[in-house]
């Protein structure tokens, strides 16, 4: 989505749809936005965009009124365990057996599409923590409200399944999922740069630009300047990895959300070779995304789910004892890269003001019982002992 030369009243309106804070008010002043751009070539995809999310506002205008009312299905799902991992694929691609094979959740298995109309979770266990598998009803073309409050429930997630069918056209149906994700600001693949923009309120601080990567086209000014004409004039703008402008000017506008996946390749019980033509074909589209081919039906391709989600995650698992103490059976996880900082606050907040030091047994100590500080980067399997003042 790149904007091109918008004027000065849509710019005025799309402010307006920064400081919405509202469901309601955001529905407003997006429509107001959408009648101030003009109609050309260089603002289809922005165009695009601002009616797709239009149509996710209005789906959550209606999610919220029906949960008020006690009346239909509800797509909010709370998250559970390590992480939440939604399930997603076009019509009888076998969504709901995997779950139910996988979890024991009480989903709904047919012959027929459409059998679910809304998300069943259920829990997945790997090793000693639990992922949440959430089933979904399809996605498919021409079903917007419906294809949006499942996007609307990958939006939130930590990681997406997708599964296809290997005896109906899986490449084609995995395009469609990835085409439909993509379209809503979601991506399948890390992106080459990242742009944040974190508006400031406050003060008189200007448009800061803080470069955790660097930009390709442009300088720090370019950037402000180009900020100052949406009448953003207090903002941090963080930079990961490469960026451009066109970068800068679409997160002004939408940030692009990643969310690590995993295809399934479904029903190889009924055409093996098919099945894995069709993983080869997925892998050269996108060579980052794992691909399992499996059957439901057969229960088998499964073995390795859990330990490829985990990976994918980038999760750690850290054990926690107080000092004299057992270790506790349930671990904390963590982002892999996270500090002591981070187990001590997971523990209670007050930790970081009575922080003593911590002793760590495990792959990231140099030794047993290593005493170290809250910048120690822990690593999955360590136990951390926190010592705070009395």
């Known amino acids: 989505m790149l904007p091109t030369n918008?004027?000065?009243?849509?710019?005025?309106?799309?402010?307006?749809?920064?400081?919405?804070?509202?469901?309601?008010?955001?529905?407003?002043?997006?429509?107001?936005?959408?009648?101030?751009?003009?109609?050309?070539?260089?603002?289809?995809?922005?165009?695009?965009?601002?009616?797709?999310?239009?149509?996710?506002?209005?789906e959550q205008l209606e999610e919220r009124k029906r949960?008020?009312?006690?009346?239909?299905?509800?797509?909010?799902?709370?998250?559970?365990?390590?992480?939440?991992?939604i399930v997603i694929g076009p019509p009888n691609t076998?969504?709901?057996?995997?779950?139910?094979?996988?979890?024991?959740?009480?989903?709904?298995?047919?012959?027929?599409?459409?059998?679910?109309?809304?998300?069943?979770?259920?829990m997945l266990r790997?090793?000693?923590?639990?992922?949440?598998?959430?089933?979904?009803?399809p996605l498919s073309i021409g079903s917007k409200g419906l294809n949006n409050r499942v996007i609307g429930l990958v939006r939130n997630a930590d990681a997406v399944l997708i599964v296809v069918d290997a005896s109906s056209k899986p490449v084609e149906q995995y395009r469609f999922i990835v085409n439909e994700l993509y379209s809503s600001g979601i991506l399948l693949s890390k992106p080459r740069g990242r742009v944040v923009i974190e508006r400031q309120r406050a003060g008189k601080l200007g448009v800061r630009v803080a470069l955790m990567g660097?930009?390709?086209?442009?300088?720090?000014?370019?950037?402000?300047?180009?900020?100052?004409?949406?009448?953003?004039?207090?903002?941090?703008?963080?930079?990961?990895?490469?960026?451009?402008?066109?970068?800068i000017e679409q997160a002004v506008f939408e940030s692009r959300l990643y969310k690590p996946s995993i295809a399934i390749v479904n029903k190889a019980d009924l055409c093996y070779r098919d099945a894995i033509e069709a993983a080869k074909e997925i892998h050269l589209l996108n060579p980052a995304v794992p691909v399992i081919v499996a059957s439901a039906k057969l229960g088998k391709g499964f073995s390795d789910l859990g330990r490829i989600l985990f990976r994918e995650l980038g999760v750690i698992r850290v054990y926690t004892k107080q000092p004299n103490g057992e270790v506790s059976d349930k671990?904390?996880?963590?982002?892999?890269?996270?500090?002591?900082?981070?187990?001590?606050?997971?523990?209670?907040?007050?930790?970081?003001?009575?922080?003593l030091y911590a002793r760590i047994w495990g792959p990231s100590a140099k030794y047993p019982g290593e005493r170290v500080g809250l910048e120690h980067t822990v690593m999955d399997g360590d136990v951390v002992e926190i010592h705070v003042r009395s």
């Open 67 to 85: 949960r008020r009312a006690g009346r239909g299905p509800r797509f909010f799902i709370e998250k559970e365990g390590a992480a939440q991992v």
């Open 94 to 122: 076998g969504k709901s057996s995997i779950v139910k094979l996988l979890t024991g959740a009480k989903t709904r298995v047919a012959e027929y599409p459409f059998s679910t109309l809304e998300p069943v979770p259920g």
């Open 214 to 247: 660097r930009l390709v086209d442009c300088t720090v000014d370019d950037v402000r300047r180009l900020l100052e004409s949406y009448r953003i004039y207090n903002a941090l703008v963080k930079v990961y990895g490469e960026a451009t402008l066109d970068d």
């Open 6 to 58: 918008l004027p000065a009243e849509a710019r005025a309106k799309w402010v307006k749809v920064m400081e919405a804070r509202t469901v309601e008010e955001k529905i407003s002043a997006l429509e107001e936005f959408l009648s101030a751009v003009p109609k050309h070539k260089g603002t289809e995809n922005l165009r695009m965009w601002a009616r797709k999310r239009l149509a996710e506002l209005r």
């Open 126 to 137: 790997y090793e000693d923590i639990l992922f949440q598998l959430v089933d979904t009803p």
């Open 331 to 355: 671990p904390l996880v963590l982002k892999k890269g996270s500090t002591v900082y981070d187990v001590a606050i997971h523990i209670h907040r007050s930790f970081i003001d009575s922080f």
